[in-house]
């Protein structure tokens, strides 16, 4: 190598460069670049954009946004905005409560890329170690409600709620439309319930009292939901009531809190139907209000129908024992409008979290932090009672006490603000006082202080602490055990822990050790500073329903963001409420209806969409009750104008919208787009234009301004939010003018509008946000621009290079791609019999994750390197699949069997390689180290081909006895 000259002397600006982070998060360099647009065979990027994108559909104007800035100058000026939230001690209960992070876990989970940056576990072969700590949160979840199968997570205690509402009406006897809501629910729960029910045409009945709760029972209905603990902190013997609803052929939905009932009888021991909550406090920062991991459980008869994804153990063709994701033909990819549910990205980071809390403590220790704090809210009752503050509810309680404080209520709160600590305000006159693990004998003592009129002796701790130990009714205590399974009764020193967490994500592949070009998943770089600011206390510690003067930061981030992700996408209005993309679609449909409601068109339920659409959109329009017709696409991949024109003159009358994903999933910028939005306009329809492939749009075209009405967006793909192997998402739902006050509300937290709320907290997963935020501040135009345009020049190169050996499925007008290409493999079937599958099999030996397989086109690779993705690394994998097409030959040309190959074999695991016996018409080391760079690092598959079937038929979907994995 030449020495570098010495360079000029540069100017104070040069040497302050505050672009620093756009090249940092693209890959391929300037040199890098013009090789690969000379392997495409264009002069520059602008040429070859200008060939890609069409030009009626590019950007009136640039996005106007904050020039780039560096790391640091963006860290201080979030931070700045970080400190006008206001860090008090949170008393509020209402589902969110304090919690310790272990340290062990925090840092090797939350703060791990090898955690959060991988994928949904589709791939089962590269995703054992998330999917153990999955299934741990089954088997956590099942033997805590006592119920016989639970979920891998669902987005928020109330959506969870709402899910469970749907859930029985699919399962139960009942035909009634009614669902009767206890009163003592948390409010959120019943606002998201509601909002859910009603354009489906579920009347939902609240019983504000015994009188009401009894009457209502009495009465018709399909579905109850209770409440144990109630919000209020009361707990009651339900089953009785369980069996009154039963015997109306109705299921019973029970809320419920996974700490309370390591001490409270499990509502599966009363017979419920449906068992709901969060796991937050299992170690998850409140972060005003998500990401958390919520659940659901229910009985057996209704397993072919809960919404959500669910881990089952099955075997490999070795016969092994793993892990893989259980009756997929329940989700929305697979059954489209006839789905249990929408959900597609849920909360897996935050279940692993909850998972390994409980692996951490185990049943002993979860117990002992869960009599710690029944023991202070008895010791905090008989404090405030002393004082001539009596629980309110029959002196029954795990850790929330409420007070009937009636014309002191608010005099009481703003005393309590002013020593630093928030209490609940609820039904007007009483305050909520909800203690947690965070919890200290000081605290409990300023309560007291707090409620001590002047002069009045305070009581103390020790003397409190006399009689009961709890408040928890004696015939309701929790006599079964639980977590009795090893992997929760052995890693309970920190080393022990580690290790185990290192173990499970060393059998995973995740983008800190290769790129994983999923198409339409957007996995792209998550940088680290953008990670930093979501642990720190101002944003971490937050309660989503302290008053609205402690969260000024909060509601900075959350102005800031909307209105950058406005110019991004050039619509008037955005919510950042709704926690996935799903979540957005449903919010962004339900403000489509009210919208046509609103001008007396409530008879326009039709929605068209075209057959490439992703597998949530059917379902989110189911949700709302509107009815799918499908458009077809042309030959060439395209929505299929003639087809579309006959569809709207057709369901005229009835048009409610469309729903168009741009540039569609087949990677394809779509010429014909204006005019189709046109067109669907011209017949009194609006267009959802799914927002999932924004990251070919930002900064060269904008869906509300080439005739989107409404969009989402997923900033878990496009805005850097790491995918978690799973979740968190945050999808915000984008509309038009005319569209905003359409928006989803939230009255739980006084902003009541038509539509309610759609998640449990006012901003979602609040806390994920500055990841979006630091993204756009350090990228800022110019970064985000060459960021798309970088994105689209990757999946260029790639089908160009990929040409001769696999050719790519659709293209655009000029022959190129938008952000990703399809990889067609069809004829392979027919040549030799090796499926897509099987290439993204193999290549789990090559070291990569594999592609977006089967979506949109059967049997095909969808391809989407993003920008992050340097030369080298898209050669590699070019590389690595021009090795495989040389396999696939050698199985044409017969030098194989068709079914006895690297690729039906793959991927390799090293137990099979390194057995005495060996009988492939191939040897070993062309299984392991097809490319010579796998011999100084390889990833090794921890298990074999997964049987899908077997697992399917014979489901489970608990911890495995620990014996199964010995020979
Ligand atoms: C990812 C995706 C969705 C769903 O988003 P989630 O955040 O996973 O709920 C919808 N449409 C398309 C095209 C997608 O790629």
Redesign the pocket.
């Known amino acids: 190598m030449l020495m570098s000259p010495p360079a000029p002397v540069a100017s104070l600006e040069a040497l302050e460069n505050s672009q620093e982070f756009i090249p940092r998060h693209i890959g391929p360099d300037a040199d890098e670049q013009q090789k690969m647009l000379a392997a495409i065979g264009k002069p520059s990027l602008d040429a070859l954009i200008r060939d890609v994108m069409p030009d009626s559909i590019a950007r009136a104007r640039p996005m106007d946004l904050p020039p780039p800035i560096t790391e640091a100058a963006a860290l201080a000026e979030l931070k700045a905005i970080a400190s006008k939230n206001q860090v008090l001690k949170s008393f509020i209960g209402q589902g969110y409560y304090g919690t310790h992070t272990p340290g062990v876990i925090l840092r090797n989970i939350l703060e791990n890329p090898a955690w959060y940056t991988a994928y949904t576990p589709y791939q089962a072969e590269i995703s054992q170690g998330r999917m153990e700590a999955l299934v741990n949160f089954q088997t956590m979840v099942t033997d805590l409600t006592g119920m016989p199968i639970a979920n891998a997570s669902m987005l928020d205690e109330a959506t969870a709620a709402a899910e469970a509402m749907a859930l029985a009406r699919r399962s139960v006897k009942s035909r009634s439309h009614r669902i009767v809501l206890a009163g003592d629910l948390h409010p959120q729960t019943i606002e998201v319930i509601e909002t859910r029910a009603r354009p489906i045409g579920i009347e939902v009945v609240i019983a504000n009292s015994q009188q009401e709760w009894d009457a209502a029972l009495a009465g018709d209905l399909f579905a109850a939901v209770i409440q144990y603990p109630a919000s209020s902190g009361w707990i009651v013997d339900w089953k009785a009531d369980v069996q009154a609803i039963h015997a109306k052929q109705a299921a019973a939905i029970v809320a419920t809190d996974l700490l309370a009932l390591t001490l409270l009888t499990p509502p599966g021991e009363w017979d419920a139907d449906i068992v709901v909550g969060n796991s937050q406090r299992f170690g998850m920062p409140m972060g005003a209000g998500g990401p958390h991991a919520a659940f659901m459980a229910c009985r057996d008869e209704y397993k072919r129908s809960l919404p959500g994804r669910l881990v089952g153990v099955s075997v490999d063709v070795h016969g092994k024992p793993a892990y893989r994701l259980a009756l997929q033909t329940r989700e929305q990819h697979i059954r489209r409008e006839k789905a249990t549910s ?4 849920a909360q897996v980071l935050p279940a692993v979290i909850a998972s390994m809390y409980a692996v951490y403590h185990g049943p002993q220790g979860l117990k002992r932090i869960a009599q710690r704090v029944a023991r202070l809210t008895a010791i905090l009752s008989r404090g405030l009672a002393r004082l001539g503050f009596s629980a309110h509810h029959h002196d029954t309680a795990f850790d929330t006490l409420s007070l009937h404080t009636r014309d002191a209520t608010d005099a009481l709160a703003a005393r309590a603000v002013s020593r630093g600590v928030n209490l609940r305000k609820a039904w007007n006159e009483y305050l909520c006082i909800s203690l947690d693990e965070t919890t200290t004998r000081a605290d409990v003592e300023l309560i007291w202080s707090i409620f001590a009129q002047e002069g009045q002796a305070l009581p103390t701790i020790e003397a409190m602490d006399e009689g009961p130990t709890s408040l928890i009714p004696e015939s309701l205590q929790r006599s079964t055990a639980y977590l009795s399974h090893p992997v929760f009764n052995t890693h309970h020193s920190e080393t022990a822990m580690l290790r185990y967490i290192r173990s499970l994500s060393d059998k995973d592949l995740a983008l800190d050790r290769s790129m994983i070009p999923l198409g ?2 957007t996995m792209k770089l998550n940088a680290t500073s953008e990670m930093i600011p979501i642990t720190w206390p101002e944003f971490a510690d937050i309660h989503p329903f302290a008053p609205a003067s402690q969260l000024q930061g909060y509601a900075e981030l959350d102005q800031q963001l909307r209105d950058w992700l406005c110019q991004a996408t050039g619509y008037a209005g955005i919510s950042l409420q709704p926690n ?6 449903y919010a962004g449909l339900l403000a489509i209806k009210a919208f046509h409601e609103s001008r007396g068109q409530a008879h326009r339920n039709i929605c068209l969409i075209p057959s490439s ?2 597998g ?2 059917p379902a989110s329009a189911q949700m709302v009750g509107l009815q799918v017709v499908v458009t077809q696409c042309d030959d060439n991949g395209n929505v299929d104008m003639a087809d579309l024109k006959l569809a709207c003159e057709k369901h005229s009358a009835n048009l409610a919208c469309i729903m168009i ?1 741009y540039p569609s ?1 087949h990677g394809v910028f779509e010429t014909q787009v204006k005019e189709l939005c046109q067109l669907v306009h011209s017949h009194g329809g609006r267009v959802y234009v ?1 927002g ?2 924004m990251n070919a749009l930002v900064g060269l075209a904008a869906p509300g301004e080439f005739g989107g009405d409404v969009s ?1 967006l ?1 900033l ?2 496009t805005f850097c939010i790491p995918h978690g192997g799973g979740g968190p ?1 945050v ?1 915000p739902v984008c509309v038009v003018e005319d569209l905003v006050p359409f928006l989803p509300g939230h009255a739980t937290a006084g902003d009541v509008r038509q539509v309610g709320a759609v998640s449990a907290a006012p901003l979602g997963n609040a806390a994920v946000l500055p990841i979006s935020w630091m993204y756009i501040r350090m990228m800022g135009e110019p970064g985000l621009k060459l960021a798309t345009e970088t994105a689209i020049l990757n999946a260029n190169y790639i089908s160009a290079r990929l040409k001769e050996h696999f050719p790519t499925l659709y293209a655009g007008e000029y022959g190129h791609v938008a952000h990703e290409c399809i990889v067609d493999l069809r004829h392979f079937k027919d040549s030799c019999g090796v499926m897509a599958e099987d290439v993204a099999k193999r290549l789990i030996d090559y070291g990569f994750h594999a592609p977006t397989l089967s979506f949109p086109v059967p049997n095909t690779l969808m391809v989407e390197p993003t920008e992050s993705e340097s030369l080298y690394e898209l050669d590699r994998f070019i590389e690595a699949m021009i090795a495989i097409r040389a396999e696939i030959a050698e199985v044409e040309a017969g030098r194989l069997p068709r079914d006895d190959n690297p690729l039906k074999n793959a991927p390799h695991t090293a137990e099979a390689l390194l057995a005495a016996d060996w009988h492939h018409g191939y040897s070993r080391e062309t299984a392991a180290y097809p490319v010579p760079a796998l011999r100084r690092a390889k990833y090794w598959s921890p298990v074999g081909r997964v049987d899908n079937v077997y697992g399917d038929r014979n489901l489970f979907c608990s911890c495995v006895p620990m014996d199964a994995y010995e020979d």
């Open positions: 929408n959900i597609c990205t339409s998943c996935a993309g799903s979540q957005g679609e659409a992703h949530t959109n994903t999933t799914d999932a492939n989402h997923n878990h793909k998402g999808g």
